[in-house]
């Protein structure tokens, strides 16, 4: 049986006020819903610090490892190792990387950093080879690249093997390819409208999932959930200026192309994105469809999802559902593949 994570977002909200009631409530539902993580947002937007929210994420559950954020703008390699370690040793639970460079251009000015997209990620390249030398290393670590330079680093006691974090490198141009593949990260990209395995898939996939018992009830809840809604539309497209992100830009280019029109899938949407009501694609499918769509991607060669899923008790009821379903048929595979 594959070795497959399920892993929810914590959402971006409008009302900031509600922000930290709304994460311990996704992150509590994830983990009752026997879930594997939570996804954990950095940035200048960002209401709560994704380090403390990680600590109240292993403090108040019970087996999550949360997904953390990191991009080197924010902080020195030396300090994210310390957290790694620092919530590993106190809760004995692994805490995973999502290794980022972006944020809104505007921020990018407003924190002063003038480098370019490509740069960016080789600034990552070398941050994570600093940060994983020192959580991995028993021997005081040594770096001179072109962004970092450190001496004789250490950190005592180390961190376990089994506490090591996965990482994960968001992002779609070339350059973030190459960084995963310079640091062994999986890659996370965002669901297209293709199949997972037109092009061979990734490790990860991020999208959103909406799912009833029946397809009736699906387009019911999705039509309430995800209105048209033409001044978000507005909105997303004024944002554009203000990104360079590669998956965003042809993401954008995408439902703007097919605004109106039917997709390869029925149940891929774009709507939700292009109207800022979701950060990325959705799947809006009935259990049966949804079990049957994950399998197909597990079979291609997806080991993670990271869902974007709305916060309420059904939608986590009608989640746990499915993917309790993917991995009894799993289960069931792998058994009867080992006769």
């Known amino acids: 049986m594959p070795d497959v994570s399920f892993i929810t977002v914590v959402p971006r909200v409008r009302d900031l006020t509600a ?98 997209h490509d740069d960016r990620y080789a600034r990552l390249a070398e941050y994570v080879e600093i940060m994983m030398g020192v959580l991995s290393s028993r021997r005081p670590f040594s770096f001179d690249g072109r962004f970092y330079q450190v001496s004789r680093l250490q950190l005592t006691p180390g961190l376990p093997a089994h506490l090591l974090p996965r990482l994960f490198v968001a992002g779609q141009s070339p350059a973030a390819r190459q960084v995963a593949e310079r640091v062994g990260a999986t890659s996370i990209q965002m669901l297209t409208a293709a199949r997972p395995d037109a092009d061979g898939a990734p490790g990860a996939l991020n999208f959103g999932l909406l799912t009833r018992a029946t397809a009736e009830e699906t387009e019911r809840v999705a039509e309430a959930r995800f209105p048209e809604d033409p001044d978000g539309a507005k909105i997303t497209a004024v944002t554009m200026a203000n990104t360079d992100s590669v998956w965003k830009q042809r993401l954008f280019a995408e439902a703007e192309a097919g605004h109106g029109a039917v997709t390869v899938d029925p149940a891929y949407r774009l709507a939700p994105f292009r109207s800022g009501q979701a950060d990325g694609p959705y799947l809006v499918a009935d259990h049966a469809g949804a079990v049957e769509r994950l399998l197909a991607m597990i079979r291609a060669g997806v080991r993670t999802f990271v869902l974007d899923t709305p916060t309420d008790d059904e939608d986590f009821h009608h989640l746990a559902q499915v993917v309790r379903t993917v991995r009894d048929r799993l289960r069931t595979d792998s058994t009867e593949g080992a006769r």
Do not use: C, E, K
């Open 19 to 116: 922000y930290a009631d709304t994460a311990m409530s996704v992150i509590r539902r994830t983990d009752a819903a026997d879930l594997d993580g939570v996804l954990i947002f950095t940035g200048s937007g960002a209401v709560l610090d994704p380090w403390v929210l990680a600590t109240a994420a292993a403090a108040g559950t019970t087996r999550l490892s949360p997904l953390v954020a990191v991009n080197p703008v924010y902080q020195h390699p030396f300090t994210a190792a310390r957290m790694v370690a620092s919530l590993g040793l106190l809760y004995q639970r692994r805490i995973d990387l999502n290794l980022i460079t972006g944020t809104a251009v505007s921020d990018l000015d407003a924190l002063g950093d003038r480098l370019d």
